[in-house]
């Protein structure tokens, strides 16, 4: 795939890379949006455009777009979650490698995935060498939670944000890939327009039952008495944790359009959403509180019972805004 053929922010990926050649950039991008929405893919090509020898970037084929891809290029380092945190160690250990000269090109490119999963002491790390960077590091801060992030952090790096094409457009870019006009509707609405994240679904039998599963769960809260009994089922999902709070984001979202006047991205869900007793807000707010809590260590039983309860609170009907204290 090439920057211009990204499906709605070819044009703008583009300008984007332009700057970058051109020396009018600050030495980190931050790549914010929700998950599926493609920030992970645009960065990669990003970053693999920078290292790439061919004149239509990336060529895919040249010796530094093959050795990126197999993930193996000497100046690209890649930093990750190995389970839920990224740790002040790793960071220091990103930073030293970074402090030795490039050994193919003229700089090195830092990725960090999940940024949000930083703790505490390696954002004040990072943020260290972000204050002072080497003329020759570009960083690449990928996340679906910016609010995660320290404010001194998100100000040091360029924002590109992305954000859900339409279903329409969704819809089409996955008929281009081969999937049926039905089959890529219904994916675009359930994905409400999120084109890697249709096209997870599309490979994945189990999400349609686990999507179920934890609709169901919302279902069946009907005051705080409610709140074991409804959350059992989704406790035991171990290992799901992460799915079941995108699916609850997602459903969140729907909320929200409709309890505003608007329409749901998959409208065979109406009549289930117009019944729904929770507010959407108070769920969204409920997800980014839970993610916080995983990243604290919190268990997920008691993560997911504690945002059930506030979205209850105290036996109202969740129409209300959470709060969550460390």
Not at 71 to 88: F, N, Q, T, Y
Not at 208 to 234: C, D, H, N
Not at 286 to 291: H, K, Q
Request: charged share 25%; with cysteine.
């Amino acid at each position: 795939m090439k920057l211009s053929e990204f499906v709605g922010y070819g044009d703008k990926m583009e300008q984007l890379m332009r700057s970058v050649q051109a020396g009018r950039i600050v030495h980190a991008l931050l790549f914010v949006g929700p998950h599926g929405s493609g920030k992970r893919t645009m960065a990669r090509l990003f970053a693999q455009s920078m290292v790439c020898s061919a004149a239509e970037k990336p060529c895919g084929e040249c010796p530094a777009c093959k050795r990126f891809l197999a993930g193996s290029h000497p100046d690209v380092k890649l930093l990750r979650p190995e389970k839920r945190s990224i740790g002040v160690e790793e960071v220091r250990g990103l930073i030293d490698a970074l402090s030795l000269r490039p050994y193919e090109g003229d700089r090195h490119i830092a990725m960090i995935e999940q940024a949000d999963k930083l703790t505490p002491n390696a954002q004040n790390a990072l943020l260290k060498t972000l204050e002072s960077p080497p003329g020759d590091v570009m960083f690449f801060l990928i996340t679906d939670a910016p609010g995660a992030l320290l404010d001194t952090i998100v100000s040091r790096c360029q924002t590109v944000r992305f954000g859900d094409v339409s279903p329409q457009l969704c819809a089409r870019a996955l008929e281009a890939r081969g999937i049926p006009p039905a089959r890529a509707a219904m994916l675009a609405g359930l994905s409400q327009g999120s084109v890697g994240r249709a096209l997870e679904i599309d490979g994945d039998e189990a999400w349609m039952a686990l999507r179920e599963q934890v609709i169901a769960s919302l279902e069946a809260l009907r005051g705080p008495a409610s709140v074991a009994t409804a959350a059992m089922p989704l406790e035991a999902e171990k290992g799901a944790e992460d799915g079941i709070l995108d699916i609850m984001e997602l459903w969140a979202r729907d909320l929200m359009a409709v309890q505003s006047g608007g329409a749901p991205f998959q409208n065979s869900d109406r009549p289930r959403l117009e019944r729904s007793a929770i507010d959407g807000r108070a769920l969204l707010q409920g997800v980014l509180l839970a993610r916080k809590q995983l990243g604290s260590n919190v268990s997920w039983p008691n993560t997911l019972e504690n945002m059930y309860f506030q979205l209850m609170d105290n036996g109202n009907d969740g129409r209300t805004t959470l709060s969550w204290q460390r």
